[in-house]
């Protein structure tokens, strides 16, 4: 049958708008809304048949039932639930009436057209409605992640608008020791704060082991520039508490949920976040970023360099140093997980590489000795043996006990040499 004659079997039946109409051929023809479409199918069959063309109103409609003519009324709704919040990209779904489904089966079987014929309801919907939102709020519809997704429940009556997060990347550097990397909540009291009525003895009713951390250092200014309900820290690894994060510092991302306002000033945020922390944290080069920056973040496992500040229980010299060192230096290193991490860590022994060492004699039994080596090298252990579970080891090649006394990270390497945003932010 040609398209005429689907369409008069249609309007045959009687009752159904020019939405419905032409949503039935929205795969035969293109350029024009279905509206237009079942006019224009509805005016042509008029013609023809010398016959008034027979308009329907929406609300008169037994396949809408009314919700093809409140594209509008639905947009200023979804528009409203999003007022005073930036965003310029959104995203419009449809759940509607089961009734309204069926409805469109009958349509299409009373009409001997197949099940699938033409354009779904909720595709007409999501379009027409969404179209109007861009011309409300001024946003631009995004299939992949949109700032904004709406929820149109015609079944409900309700809009529902969930606001993606906003992303923050930049590089910190942490100048003291004692700081971990993200909240560290008390074993004790499991992050509450209190033991029965009491505050927790071992946080001091804190909730957390250290009272401060880079993630609460950071986050918090983003969370309140942005206007957000919370905030995530998310870092390109991470040094121990007790070692410093130097140098050029080391990538994160800061996640924002739910924020109302994205377009904010980073290098004013730069210097909110650097008052805050007062010289024990500073961050550089933020700028904002896309979801997919949280996970090139966190599977970022390129090289690092490390200075070490190493005591010895006996006396060493220069040249048992130096020796020592040219065997460290390009070695495979053999490590079973650390005594000291090994009650949260899988315990498996690891292949790491050490690109380079270098190294100076301070007096017989301290040395400064930098380590530049693959992501995930434990240096503390390098250096120690940790009872025989690094191998080789600085101790062990000495026949001295050896110990770090102070760690700094000085840099963040990407896989082929320095770290370079602008490539990274690229991936």
């Given at each position: ?12 039946a ?8 032409g949503?039935v ?7 024009l ?11 042509t069959?008029g013609l023809e048949?010398d ?9 008169e ?18 528009a ?6 930036e965003f310029?990209?959104y995203q419009v779904?449809?759940r509607?009436?089961?009734?309204i489904?069926?409805n469109?089966?009958?349509?299409r079987?009373e009409?001997?057209?197949p099940?699938d ?7 007409e919907?999501?379009?027409e409605?969404g179209?109007?939102?861009?011309a409300?709020t001024?946003?631009?519809v995004d299939f992949g992640r ?6 149109l429940d ?6 529902e608008?969930?606001?993606n997060s906003?992303?923050v ?5 942490k100048l003291?020791?004692?700081?971990p990397q993200?909240?560290?909540?008390c074993s004790?009291c ?17 909730g ?6 880079v993630?609460q250092l950071t986050a918090p200014?983003?969370?309140d ?7 995530v820290?998310h870092g390109a690894?991470r040094?121990?508490?007790d070692a410093r994060?130097l ?6 991302v800061?996640e924002?949920e739910?924020p ?7 290098d ?7 008052s805050?922390?007062?010289g024990?944290?500073?961050?550089e080069?933020?700028?904002l ?9 966190k599977r970022?496992?390129?090289s ?5 500040q190493v005591?010895?229980a006996d006396?060493i010299?220069?040249?048992e140093?130096h020796?020592a060192l040219?065997e460290l ?5 053999k ?5 000291r991490?090994?009650?949260r860590?899988?315990s498996?022994?690891r ?7 270098d190294?100076e ?5 301290a040395a ?5 080596g693959?992501?995930g090298?434990y240096i503390?252990?390098l ?5 025989g579970r690094t ?5 062990g ?9 102070a760690l ?6 990407g896989?082929?040499?320095p770290f370079?945003?602008?490539e990274?932010?690229?991936?």
């Open positions: 049958m040609s398209v005429l004659e689907d369409a008069r079997a249609i309007i045959a009687g009752g159904v708008c020019d939405a419905c109409l949503r051929f929205a795969d035969r023809s293109h350029g809304t279905n509206r237009e479409r079942g006019r224009s199918l509805r005016i069959i048949d016959e008034e063309p027979g308009f329907v109103d929406p609300d409609c037994w396949v809408c039932e009314g919700y093809c003519g409140a594209f509008e009324a639905w947009a200023e709704r979804a409203a639930a999003v007022e005073g919040t310029e990209t779904g449809t509607p009436p089961a009734l489904e069926e469109e089966r009958m349509l079987e009409a001997g057209l099940a014929a033409g354009e779904k309801f909720n595709s919907f999501n379009r409605v179209k109007r939102v861009g409300i001024g946003g631009e949109p700032d904004v997704q709406f929820l015609l079944a409900e009556d309700e809009v608008a969930d606001i906003a992303f990347y930049g590089r910190y550097r003291e020791r004692g700081i993200t909240k560290w909540p004790a499991k992050g509450s704060g209190r033991q029965g009525r009491e505050p927790c003895p071992e946080c001091d009713g804190l957390y082991r250290y009272p401060e951390s993630e200014v983003v969370e520039v942005m206007d957000g309900v919370d905030s820290f690894g040094e121990d508490v994060m140098g050029t510092g080391r990538p994160f800061i924002v739910e109302r306002r994205r377009n904010v000033d980073t004013r945020l730069e210097g909110d976040i650097n805050f922390a007062e024990k944290v500073e961050v080069g933020l700028r970023a896309e979801h997919g920056m949280v996970e090139r973040v970022h496992d390129a690092k360099t490390y200075n070490a005591t010895f006396d010299t220069v040249e140093l020796d040219g230096d390009g070695a495979t290193i490590q079973e997980t650390p005594q991490v090994d009650h860590r899988a498996k022994t292949t790491r590489e050490v690109y380079e060492v190294g004699l301070e007096h017989s039994r400064s000795i930098d380590v530049h693959a992501g090298l503390k252990e250096i120690s043996s940790d009872e191998k080789p080891s600085l101790a090649l000495l026949g001295v006990d050896a110990e770090v006394s700094d990270v000085i840099r963040v390497d896989e082929d040499g370079e945003d602008e990274f932010l690229r991936e």
